[in-house]
């Protein structure tokens, strides 16, 4: 049996893993975590109800609204009921939360400039597009 494609993806999952570890513990210094900060990047490209938040992100509605609840207390979103049809949420950014989003970002990228620093990642980078590529088309036909 070839476990090649299982090492693979398994040391994918552990890098992902590590490297969210790390971003926690510096947004933790802000009161923020890896999710906050998805959801402040996700509202920064355009409003999202909270369904298509826990679709993107993979996780529950009630861990999206716990996550959007700690976001709007901090100011950093609000919401928008819809007129039509009230059960529909929609979160939209602050400015104060663009300004966070920007910060945290900074903290993101030193972090991702220091893991791969010395580290030649071009040819990397494409395989992982490829893959993308590959899995989003298997996506596509179910």
Same mark, same amino acid.
């Given at each position: 049996?070839?476990?090649?494609?299982?090492?693979?993806?398994?040391t994918i999952?552990k890098?992902? =893993?590590s490297f969210? =570890?790390?971003?926690?513990? &510096?947004f933790a210094?802000?009161?923020m975590?890896?999710?906050?900060?998805?959801?402040?990047?996700?509202?920064?490209?355009?409003?999202?109800t909270?369904?298509?938040?826990?679709?993107?992100?993979?996780?529950?509605?009630?861990?999206?609204?716990?996550?959007v609840?700690r976001?709007?207390?901090?100011?950093?979103?609000?919401? &928008?009921r819809?007129l039509?049809d009230?059960?529909v949420?929609?979160?939209?950014?602050?400015k104060?939360?663009?300004?966070?989003?920007?910060?945290?970002l900074?903290?993101?990228?030193?972090l991702?400039?220091?893991? !791969?620093?010395n580290? &030649?990642v071009?040819?990397?980078i494409?395989?992982?597009?490829? !893959?993308?590529?590959?899995?989003d088309?298997l996506?596509? &036909?179910?």
């Amino acid at each position: 049996m070839n476990n090649q494609g299982l090492k693979f993806f398994s040391t994918i999952a552990k890098v992902h =893993r590590s490297f969210v =570890r790390e971003l926690n513990k &510096k947004f933790a210094d802000k009161g923020m975590n890896y999710l906050d900060f998805l959801i402040l990047r996700a509202v920064m490209e355009k409003e999202s109800t909270m369904s298509e938040l826990a679709k993107r992100y993979y996780v529950t509605q009630a861990t999206i609204t716990a996550s959007v609840d700690r976001l709007e207390q901090k100011g950093y979103v609000e919401r &928008k009921r819809d007129l039509i049809d009230r059960r529909v949420v929609t979160v939209k950014i602050t400015k104060k939360g663009e300004e966070t989003f920007k910060d945290l970002l900074k903290d993101y990228s030193s972090l991702a400039d220091e893991v !791969i620093k010395n580290i &030649k990642v071009d040819d990397t980078i494409e395989i992982l597009q490829k !893959i993308l590529n590959k899995l989003d088309i298997l996506s596509s &036909k179910s």
